[in-house]
């Protein structure tokens, strides 16, 4: 995403007086719930009912923009859930704003995951499986090259890597995919990673590739109704948030989703965090607890983070111009 043209100020701002934040690399975007949209379970038919919806409204702004002067560019924004037949949390802001994200005082921890590109040569990042990392040098690169060679990582990687492939048929042109993984890091572990770039087709939205790539092996499982019949029957509760996409899109079809996946839900000073492992045939108690437990090890170390950090308000921002197509 490329700064806009003709930045606006605004007054000042705190992210809290917002509805919805969406922290991108270098910026974060900051959105009001202007117009809510129906609480109903989110598929490739309701999203060209959403997107034709924005459509309209986007046009009619543009012809405000006209008169007056401003620089309004509606979007999609909200949360799908994992669970299909669960509704979304999706609303439209009409004149939402990016602020420079703030640099942390110390390390915050990250998760490598794109489900759908910010630009339409940029379907997404796959990331399937991860290890924890090391405390001494050479035990971290023993990690690192030990993943990159597991057979068994490398087979479901595979799944995930097949499952994107399929999903991106007949929605881009010239999509290229490395002949083989490479690892990637945060502060807490390494990840099998395949980044998978093309352009998608002028009727595909980055709503609909999210849609199309969501539930697949690394958050679902494979086959993918079977082990959604399983996570049904055993999982405890419902998922809720987690493994579900948060992001937007705007009416030219540009955005960015992400799946939630080792994360936080905070209530007040509560905070409930979520990760998990994949499972197979060959997994054992031990090998789960340790993935999990460094899932948990991304998320504390970024907790940490923001503890240590003095909370100031946002003085300034642009509003968010998408590019154009």
Same mark, same amino acid.
């Given at each position: ?16 007086? +917002? ?60 949360? /799908? ?10 609303? /439209? ?54 993943? #990159? ?11 995930? #890597? ?12 010239? #999509? ?54 399983? /996570? ?41 965090? +979520? ?5 197979? #045939? ?44």
């Amino acid at each position: 995403m490329t700064d806009p043209i003709g930045h606006h100020s605004v007054a000042a701002a705190h992210p809290s007086e +917002y509805g919805f934040a969406f922290a991108a690399r270098g910026a974060v975007l900051l959105a009001h719930r202007d117009m809510s949209l129906p609480a109903v379970p989110v598929t490739d038919g309701t999203a060209d009912e959403i997107l034709a919806r924005l459509g309209k409204i986007t046009r009619e702004a543009a012809g405000q923009r006209t008169r007056r002067g401003r620089r309004d560019r509606p979007m999609v924004c909200g949360m /799908i859930p994992f669970d299909p037949d669960e509704p979304a949390d999706l609303f /439209i802001t009409e004149r939402p704003v990016r602020v420079p994200r703030p640099r942390p005082a110390g390390p915050v921890a990250s998760a490598p995951e794109l489900v759908a590109g910010p630009l339409p040569q940029d379907p997404g990042h796959r990331e399937a499986v991860a290890v924890p990392r090391r405390p001494s040098v050479a035990g971290d690169a023993a990690a690192q090259q030990a993943l #990159l060679h597991d057979p068994a990582a490398r087979g479901f990687h595979r799944h995930a #890597l097949d499952h994107a492939q399929r999903a991106l048929q007949g929605r881009t042109g010239c #999509l290229a995919v490395p002949a083989r993984p490479s690892v990637v890091a945060t502060d807490a572990t390494w990840h099998l990673a395949t980044r998978l770039t093309g352009r998608l087709r002028r009727d595909t939205s980055a709503l609909h590739t999210a849609l199309a790539l969501h539930r697949g092996p690394a958050a679902g499982g494979t086959p993918t109704d079977a082990a959604l019949s399983l /996570i049904r029957e055993l999982e405890p509760c419902r998922r809720g948030p987690y493994a579900g996409l948060v992001g937007w899109t705007a009416a030219a079809g540009h955005g960015q989703w992400v799946p939630v996946v080792r994360c936080a839900l905070i209530t007040q000073a509560r905070a409930r965090l +979520y990760a998990a492992a994949h499972l197979t #045939l060959g997994s054992t108690v031990e090998g789960a607890h340790a993935r999990t437990t460094a899932g948990f090890a991304t998320l504390r170390a970024a907790l940490a983070g923001a503890e240590t950090q003095t909370p100031c308000p946002v003085s300034a921002g642009t509003p968010w111009l998408p590019e154009a197509a």
